[in-house]
Nanobody
Framework: QVQLVESGGGLVQAGGSLRLSCAAS????????VAWFRQAPGKERECVAS????????NYADSVKGRFTISRDNAKNTVYLQMNSLKPEDTAVYYC?????????????????WGQGTQVTVSS
């Protein structure tokens, strides 16, 4: 089965940028939909971006639209989340998730495979 590892999190000032990476091993990622979720303390885990297995469909939460971009590089077996114009309310643990043949669902239960998460902290 596929294993997912996130990286790229850290501390950044408001208005700054980070790029998160989700690296897959064990299986080729090209046939998987991938989504980025985040969870802040006391809040539900929410989908911020997703991309279909084909790369043809993407979805973004309204709160990040225009600031975040999801992309995939199948040759590197990696999916990225470019985060620009970061705000303190973006502070959360960010997780990547994958599902075979997915169309880019924003629902948690659509994904069977999850990474361990990476912390993003945005200071004001």
């Amino acid at each position: 089965q596929v294993q997912l590892v996130e990286s790229g999190g850290g501390l950044v000032q408001a208005g700054g940028s980070l790029r998160l990476s989700c690296a897959a091993s064990g299986r080729a990622l090209k046939s998987y939909a991938v989504a980025w979720f985040r969870q802040a303390p006391g809040k539900e885990r929410e989908c911020v971006a997703s991309i279909s297995w084909s790369g043809g469909n993407t979805n973004y939460a309204d709160s990040v639209k225009g600031r975040f971009t999801i992309s995939r590089d199948n040759a590197k077996n990696t999916v990225y989340l470019q985060m620009n114009s970061l705000k303190p309310e973006d502070t959360a643990v960010y997780y990547c998730a994958a599902e075979i043949g997915g169309l880019g669902s924003v629902i948690k239960s659509s994904y069977r495979f999850w990474g361990q998460g990476t912390q993003v902290t945005v200071s004001s």
